[in-house]
């Protein structure tokens, strides 16, 4: 039987969350419209960026947090509360120090009522799936990184979940570890030996994802929404030395570095398609939270060493960065115009290429010229600080201007990259003790009708 005839274990219909701001200035929607399932016998990835509600989705699906609207649907039936066919492996380890390591293995049993024997025989065979044999009586100070996120998946193992939940479980190892748990997971899946019948995997890393997963769900960001999926037409194991496991992941590359490209389950061409969405005020637009510095490092790094680094997989491989490290700094050479991004490779534009090379006046004459041209918050704020008389303006105006659009945290993060970028595009100044702006005294008329 297929996937697609199999039946549904968990059905989301046209989820919204959203979370109220502060002071009553309104919603911050989180979710979107989501809709998607997870069948019985595959490994789906939800796979997004920061901002993309991953989390929160696993939650709603999980039954821990309601939706605002829509439903859940698990095992046909409406989710109200907790999902009693989930169990969840969490990004931290969330052990219990004062218990043992079979103590915590045995919790969600405990609170079922299950007698003592039943469970502590359930608990010492799911110890010994991960590998544990022997450490029953060990507390979790004893343990590695690793092995506390062994006990993770014993206790949700020993459940015997319909769907197991990871929310980034290897995220908080160091790679080695990482790798090699990822692999085992992997292992029990592929021999049929895993104790759920379908797994859910949120991760914001592209290889994990396309080497774990059956389909690969993406997700946009402010506000999550789903864009598409990707199938994973490859054979079990899923070689990662394979050219289609390679243009699988440039592709999806691509696509998370074009956020307005269309999303094909059946990925056999190049992308295209790209459209760019259009918003009535530049500070609901969110910007990259990403240096100057971290802009023109990496244009250098790819002028410097262009064979090995275009290939965005092999340069995040290279600087040793996850996704959500790496695509803000894309994101920013895109958005002006630095670089552009085609079938997973980064290409600098001419005019990316100068800014890489040239002296550092130029390359803030350049960069003035790029943010002016994309980036319109920039040129709002400078606008706002030309037609006070003073020339300056407190840096709460600003701010309640993102808050209107995004979370306090957010808009304080806008904020600190707004006055980065216009700082060194000598555009305004920033007194940090008086929490102003103002324009520089060095604005001449020529520079002021340049800049316009």
């Given at each position: 039987?297929?996937?697609?005839n199999k039946?549904?274990f968990?059905t989301?219909?046209n989820?919204h969350k959203h979370?109220?701001?502060?002071?009553?200035k309104?919603e911050?929607?989180?979710l979107?419209?989501?809709?998607?399932?997870?069948?019985?016998?595959?490994?789906?990835?939800?796979?997004?960026r920061?901002?993309s509600g991953?989390?929160t989705?696993?939650?709603?699906m999980?039954?821990?947090?309601?939706?605002?609207?829509?439903r859940?649907?698990?095992s046909?039936?409406l989710?109200?509360?907790?999902?009693?066919?989930?169990a969840?492996?969490f990004q931290?380890?969330?052990?219990?120090?004062?218990?043992?390591?079979?103590?915590?293995?045995e919790?969600g049993l405990?609170?079922?009522?299950v007698p003592r024997?039943?469970r502590r025989k359930q608990a010492l065979s799911?110890i010994?799936?991960?590998g544990?044999?022997?450490?029953?009586s060990a507390y979790?100070?004893?343990l590695?990184?690793?092995?506390k996120?062994?006990?993770g998946?014993?206790?949700?193992?020993?459940?015997e979940?319909k769907?197991?939940?990871?929310?980034?479980?290897?995220?908080?190892?160091?790679?080695?570890?990482?790798?090699n748990?990822r692999?085992?997971?992997?292992?029990l899946w592929?021999?049929?030996?895993?104790?759920?019948?379908s797994i859910?995997?949120v991760?914001?890393n592209?290889?994990?994802?396309?080497?774990?997963a059956?389909?690969?769900?993406i997700l946009?960001?402010?506000p999550g929404?789903?864009?598409g999926?990707?199938?994973?037409?490859?054979p079990r194991?899923?070689?990662r030395?394979?050219d289609?496991?390679?243009y699988?992941?440039?592709?999806?590359y691509?696509?998370?570095t074009n956020?307005?490209?269309?999303?094909?389950?059946?990925?056999?061409?190049?992308?295209?398609?790209?459209?760019e969405?259009?918003?009535?005020?530049p500070?609901?637009?969110?910007?990259p939270?990403?240096?100057?510095?971290?802009?023109?490092g990496?244009?250098e790094?790819?002028?410097?060493?262009?064979?090995?680094?275009?290939?965005?997989p092999h340069?995040a491989e290279r600087?040793q960065?996850e996704v959500?490290d790496l695509l803000?700094?894309l994101?920013a050479?895109l958005?002006?115009?630095?670089?552009t991004?085609?079938?997973?490779d980064v290409k600098?534009?001419a005019?990316?290429?100068?800014?890489a090379t040239t002296?550092?006046?130029?390359s803030?004459?350049?960069?003035?010229?790029?943010?002016?041209?994309h980036?319109p918050?920039?040129g709002?704020?400078?606008?706002?600080?030309?037609?006070?008389?003073?020339?300056?303006?407190?840096?709460?105006?600003?701010?309640d201007?993102w808050?209107?659009?995004?979370p306090h945290?957010?808009?304080?993060?806008?904020?600190a990259?707004?006055?980065?970028?216009?700082r060194?595009a000598?555009?305004?100044?920033?007194?940090?003790?008086e929490?102003?702006?103002?324009?520089?005294?060095?604005q001449?008329p020529?520079f002021s009708a340049?800049?316009?």
């Amino acid at each position: 039987m297929t996937i697609a005839n199999k039946a549904s274990f968990i059905t989301v219909e046209n989820v919204h969350k959203h979370f109220p701001l502060p002071e009553g200035k309104g919603e911050f929607t989180v979710l979107s419209d989501v809709s998607l399932e997870v069948k019985s016998g595959e490994v789906v990835a939800l796979l997004g960026r920061s901002g993309s509600g991953k989390s929160t989705l696993l939650r709603i699906m999980a039954g821990l947090i309601p939706p605002s609207q829509g439903r859940v649907l698990s095992s046909g039936k409406l989710l109200r509360g907790a999902n009693n066919d989930v169990a969840m492996v969490f990004q931290s380890f969330a052990l219990l120090p004062w218990l043992t390591v079979q103590e915590n293995v045995e919790l969600g049993l405990e609170a079922q009522g299950v007698p003592r024997e039943k469970r502590r025989k359930q608990a010492l065979s799911a110890i010994d799936l991960v590998g544990l044999d022997g450490f029953e009586s060990a507390y979790p100070k004893e343990l590695s990184g690793g092995m506390k996120q062994r006990v993770g998946f014993a206790r949700a193992f020993v459940l015997e979940p319909k769907v197991l939940f990871m929310d980034e479980p290897f995220s908080a190892l160091d790679v080695l570890t990482s790798e090699n748990l990822r692999g085992e997971i992997d292992d029990l899946w592929n021999n049929q030996t895993f104790p759920s019948q379908s797994i859910l995997i949120v991760t914001h890393n592209i290889e994990e994802a396309v080497f774990l997963a059956d389909r690969v769900v993406i997700l946009g960001a402010n506000p999550g929404r789903v864009r598409g999926e990707v199938i994973i037409d490859m054979p079990r194991p899923h070689d990662r030395n394979s050219d289609r496991f390679k243009y699988l992941v440039d592709y999806i590359y691509t696509a998370m570095t074009n956020p307005e490209i269309e999303v094909s389950q059946g990925v056999a061409g190049s992308v295209s398609g790209v459209s760019e969405r259009k918003s009535r005020s530049p500070y609901a637009r969110l910007l990259p939270h990403v240096g100057v510095g971290g802009i023109s490092g990496l244009l250098e790094l790819i002028v410097e060493q262009p064979e090995s680094t275009d290939d965005i997989p092999h340069l995040a491989e290279r600087l040793q960065l996850e996704v959500d490290d790496l695509l803000p700094i894309l994101d920013a050479a895109l958005l002006l115009d630095f670089a552009t991004v085609s079938e997973g490779d980064v290409k600098l534009t001419a005019i990316g290429q100068d800014f890489a090379t040239t002296t550092i006046l130029r390359s803030k004459d350049l960069f003035r010229q790029q943010v002016l041209a994309h980036v319109p918050v920039l040129g709002s704020v400078l606008q706002t600080l030309r037609e006070k008389k003073n020339s300056s303006m407190r840096a709460g105006f600003f701010l309640d201007l993102w808050d209107e659009h995004f979370p306090h945290a957010e808009a304080e993060r806008q904020f600190a990259t707004t006055i980065d970028w216009g700082r060194y595009a000598e555009l305004f100044e920033y007194d940090a003790g008086e929490e102003r702006l103002y324009l520089p005294e060095t604005q001449t008329p020529e520079f002021s009708a340049n800049v316009k």
